[in-house]
């Protein structure tokens, strides 16, 4: 019976948990209520607050879980491949992830409009710190002449804002290209050609 309590106890938290991302990721941090999560997860309110007591401990636990996946594509970034491919890699990585993830992706933005309260030791601590190593070895790779020249803190910014904004703009993407063109498609053909010229070294 203990292991069965334990399962039912970890489906309970991951239903909530999913409930949450559809809620904050719609209605944002301050929208969001308890009721609204319950009611998304299918239970009730005293139910949900035997596993989370706040609509906060909902909150933090999804950003928890969501900042390693979302470092992920960086982390692949191979010093000893070709620079242009790896670079062009962890574009489509990163694409992929905001199409695949579009609730995760709206919820972080959402915390980092909101001043990254949960965040913030996160994003000036390890994140900094992997940018940081990525950006060195980009910077190499421009001081040897095998990527053109840019800063790399900045290439990587513009790869955040141009791969996250078919996510987080979806609805705006869809209403400007019209029901008969797949915005992902594009995308991926669109942003690797546009950040293909501006790795490739001239001349």
Known sequence: MPDDTTRIQKNRRAQIL????????????NGATLDG????????????LYYFPSKEAVYVALLNGLLDTWLDPLR??????DPVEEV?????????????????????????????PQ?????????????????????????????ATSDPHHLI?????LTQHYADFEVQVRAVLGAE???????????????????????
Do not use: C
């Open 157 to 161: 910014f513009s790869i955040w804002a």
């Open 76 to 81: 692949a970034l191979d010093p000893a491949g």
């Open 18 to 29: 999913e409930a949450g991302l559809d809620v904050f990721s719609a209605e944002g941090f």
């Open 37 to 48: 999560i319950a009611r998304a997860a299918g239970l009730s309110k005293p139910n949900l």
């Open 181 to 203: 063109r797949d915005p992902w498609a594009e995308a991926e053909r669109e942003v690797q050609a546009h950040f293909a010229r501006v790795l490739t070294p001239t001349g």
């Open 88 to 116: 062009l890699g962890y574009v489509r990585r990163k694409l992929h992830l905001a199409r695949d993830y579009p609730r995760e992706s709206r919820l972080f933005a959402g915390e980092i409009l909101r001043g990254a």
């Open 119 to 147: 965040l913030q030791p996160e994003l000036s601590g390890t994140l900094r710190r992997l940018v940081d190593t990525h950006a060195r070895q980009i910077g190499d790779w421009m001081a040897a002449g095998r990527l």
